[in-house]
């Protein structure tokens, strides 16, 4: 029972600091060989519990906690990079073995792809099943004192001599990206990148490489887009001086009054541009123009001809005697959100899954979960999802929910059951001796 509270103790620790270090660090430090070791040791620990004292057996709240928090561990070292080294080692084991006893001939031994995290690039319209995974392989130890230097981006001549002792030469052209001041850098050089860590008291040196693997379906992003707290909204300013505003959403319509008609906004663009098709000018999108905001506006008067018309985030000074049409977007701003429609398809695209993702609101899919982490900051004409295997977050997801459960019918459910049931027995006795008189 000690020996759980202090691993108890201990786990709460490394949770503070692995809060306080970054998420990259963290990463590391959760999947370091000793906190292996301590998530070995915390289990057994759980698992001895149950079996040493049955009382956590005979109480199911009990019984509910220890073994969601046996769940959540199981499930956390599945989703792993070491948990899938070692299911991985069993799996080719487990089919030598099958293989050798003559139990399935033909069986291929390896060759298991699954990605355990990586991330994607996709521009609007574009489909790809290649997500862009990366390596950090520990090479050598270079002392503290580099850091200043790596701060300022500087690689002085001492560094390069530590370097070129490792057989791992930096041309003159190599550069210093500072991803976390103090703390992690980029080394970037014309024969390969270098990522370099603090660890204690040392900067720890890994190659740093990169390689492309696939999905068995493809994703395509439909649409991106980026929502600010300012919302962007279509402006009119009719011929008789009244100003209406309408949000800038397609389908949004508003009565113009009088002879006017309806006005509704029926297509957005980000890349407007226009062309001449028999004779007839068309508007469309081109994602790889300059960025020019627009809206489609149709007007519909009481009486007469539909006339289509368009409005941008600038004014016209010739209005055809219509109303005035100006599209306010915001150019920058705070940024409240940012949107990828992605769609899931199969080789001969038929769709599996849609979803519009964001911020933690991941489209999962096919043992993956495709979440929102960032985007073309300069055009938005691109998005990057990260991709992770989902391995393992059912068991997690299970483990908490026993663990909720458990602790609220431990600490509170189970008491306002026994002072019901006390109850109705109680009243249960008196009418019994009542009759009974």
Not at 8 to 30: N, W
Not at 146 to 175: N, T, W
Not at 392 to 398: D, E, L, Q, S
Not at 410 to 416: D, E, G, I
Request: glycine share 10%.
């Amino acid at each position: 029972m000690w020996a759980a509270l202090v691993l108890i103790i201990l786990l709460t620790a490394m949770s503070v600091y692995g809060a306080f270090i970054g998420a990259d660090r963290a990463k590391m430090f959760f999947n370091s060989i000793p906190s292996v070791v301590f998530w070995v040791l915390l289990a057994l620990a759980l698992i001895a519990g149950l079996v040493a004292f049955r009382r956590l057996i005979r109480v199911p709240g009990l019984l509910l906690m220890h073994a969601g928090c046996i769940l959540i561990l199981i499930g956390g070292a599945l989703g792993s990079e070491r948990g899938y080294r070692v299911t991985e080692c069993i799996g080719a084991t487990w089919a030598r073995a099958k293989q050798a006893l003559g139990w399935e001939r033909g069986y291929k031994i390896g060759g298991n792809d699954k990605i355990i995290e990586g991330y994607m690039k996709l521009f609007e319209d574009q489909s790809s099943r290649q997500v862009t995974i990366e390596k950090k392989i520990p090479l050598f130890d270079i002392s503290l004192d580099f850091a200043k230097s790596l701060d300022a981006s500087s690689i002085p001549q001492s560094l390069r001599q530590e370097f070129e002792k490792e057989q791992a030469a930096l041309s003159q052209a190599a550069g210093v990206f500072v991803n976390q001041p103090g703390g992690i850098w980029f080394v970037a050089d014309e024969n390969g990148q270098y990522y370099v860590r603090r660890e204690g008291g040392k900067l720890k040196v890994y190659d740093f490489i990169q390689e492309m693997k696939e999905l068995p379906f493809e994703v395509k992003l439909i649409d991106f887009r980026i929502e600010y707290y300012e919302p962007s909204y279509l402006l009119i300013g009719t011929p008789d001086g009244r100003s209406l505003k309408v949000p800038a959403e397609i389908g949004e319509q508003i009565d113009l009054g009088g002879e006017l008609g309806i006005a509704k906004i029926t297509r957005k663009f980000e890349y407007f541009r226009m062309s001449l098709e028999d004779g007839k000018m068309t508007a469309f999108e081109d994602p790889h123009g300059n960025p020019m905001p627009a809206l489609e506006v149709r007007i519909t008067p009481p009486v007469g001809e539909v006339t289509t018309r368009y409005a941008f985030t600038f004014e016209f000074g010739h209005t055809q005697g219509g109303p005035k049409l100006i599209y306010n977007k915001p150019a920058g701003g705070p940024i409240s959100d940012f949107i990828s429609e992605l769609e899931i398809t199969d080789q001969d695209g038929r769709v599996l899954a849609k979803k519009d993702i964001e911020v933690n609101h991941p489209l999962q899919y096919g043992g993956y979960r495709f979440y929102q982490s960032g985007y073309d900051e300069k055009a938005g004409r691109y998005t990057v999802l990260q991709v992770v295997s989902d391995t393992g977050v059912t068991i997690v997801f299970a483990g908490y929910w026993m663990l909720c459960i458990g602790a609220f019918w431990h600490l509170w459910l189970r008491h306002f059951v026994s002072r019901i049931s006390y109850l109705v027995s109680r009243r249960g006795k008196k009418q019994t001796d009542g009759n009974s008189i």
